[in-house]
C-alpha cells in the first residue's frame, strides 16, 4: 500500500512536467487540471463500486495511487507558489 502512495507521488511528479510539454495542452497548469481531472474519475469510479463488494487489495491501491497523485499536484502548487 505504500508503495502505492509513492508510486503516485512519482506519477504525478513525473507526470505533470510531461503533460506541460505536449503541444496540445503547453501549459503545466492545464497539465495539473488533467492530472486533478483523471484523480476525480477515479473516486467517482470507486463509489460506483462500494455497495458491490468489500474493498480487494487493489481497489486499496489505486486509492493510494490516487492519493499520492493529489499530493504531489497540492506540493507541485507550494513549490510554485500558488
Do not use: C, W, Y
Not at 502512495?5 to 512536467?17: A, K, N, S, V, Y
Amino acid at each position: 500500500m505504500i508503495l502505492g502512495l509513492t508510486g503516485g507521488f512519482f506519477l504525478g511528479q513525473l507526470g505533470i512536467p510531461l503533460l506541460s510539454k505536449l503541444p496540445l495542452i503547453g501549459d503545466s497548469d492545464l497539465g495539473a487540471l488533467l492530472v486533478l481531472a483523471a484523480a476525480e474519475v477515479l473516486v467517482r469510479l470507486r463509489s460506483l463500486e462500494v455497495a458491490v463488494a468489500p474493498p480487494s487489495l487493489l481497489r486499496h491501491t489505486v486509492d493510494n495511487i490516487r492519493i499520492g497523485l493529489v499530493f504531489s499536484v497540492v506540493l507541485e502548487a507550494f513549490k510554485l507558489g500558488s
